[in-house]
């Protein structure tokens, strides 16, 4: 029987398919329940593991997904396996296809705001039954009460925030109270491949899990944050010895 939850260096994930928690998510959203997802990666698991205010923002969401696929191999080294990668980007488009047919409206806050207006036009576009009724560029700040001010009066069915981590957690967080029946997550840099300014790994990349070394040889300046992963790896080694 397969665990609701896996702990993998102190962050619990859900251990569910993509196509299980789109029908958790859709399901809360009929029943007009809201839900705080956090697509975490190994990055998000280590800048929890040292800051404690941020692990403590994980730790109130409804749901967090593996995104990311060193999240998969930490938890099957530490013998409690997740099912599959779940990434922010692929639940986020599954989510606008369902939120279309259920004619439901949308958020869509982050990026530069030539990336934002592209990415409008193409939700727009290619969900015509969905309405986007907000939209803003990412940068802001937090204590920006108009951006949140505005998403509050706009009332949407879905927020889907692309502002990097730990900003765009912390924004959803504080958006919760006043928006209980509201879906949010953060998606990252996931807006840049919705405008199209982007392009994904070929799919049969993305099968053998190799998106990550993709990204990396077209834009190598992401080096510094790749050289996480080895990290992440050791502490991951470090706690599954110490439980044996």
């Known amino acids: 029987m397969r665990m609701s939850r896996v702990n993998v260096l102190g962050v619990d994930f859900d251990a569910y398919t ?3 928690f789109i029908q958790i998510f859709m399901n809360r959203l009929s029943q007009h329940q809201g839900s705080f997802v956090v697509t975490a990666n190994p990055e998000i698991v280590m800048y929890a593991k040292e800051h404690r205010d941020y692990a403590q923002i994980l730790a109130e969401a409804d749901f967090v997904t593996a995104d990311g696929i060193g999240v998969v ?3 099957q080294m530490l013998n409690t396996p997740l099912p599959e990668r779940v990434t922010g980007f692929d639940t986020m488009t599954a989510l606008l296809a369902q939120a279309n047919q259920a004619h439901l409206t949308v958020a869509l806050i982050g990026a530069k705001q030539t990336v934002n207006d592209q990415a409008v036009a193409n939700v727009t576009k290619q969900y015509p039954n969905l309405t986007v009724v907000y939209a803003h560029d990412g940068y802001f700040g937090l204590d920006d009460q108009a951006v949140s001010d505005a998403v509050i009066a706009a009332q949407p069915d879905m927020i889907f925030a692309a502002l ?14 006043h928006l209980p029946q509201a879906f949010m997550m953060g998606v990252g840099g996931s807006f840049d491949v919705l405008a199209g300014a982007v392009k994904r790994a070929p799919k049969w990349v993305q099968r053998v899990h190799m998106e990550w070394a993709y990204r ?8 510094p944050r790749m050289l ?3 990290r992440f790896l050791a502490a991951v080694r470090q706690e599954a010895k110490a439980q044996s």
């Open 18 to 20: 993509q196509s299980e």
């Open 216 to 223: 990396l040889v077209k834009n190598p300046s992401r080096l």
């Open 228 to 230: 996480v992963l080895p």
């Open 164 to 177: 990097g981590f730990p900003k765009q957690e912390q924004f959803l967080l504080a958006l919760k109270p």
């Open 73 to 75: 191999t930490g938890a």
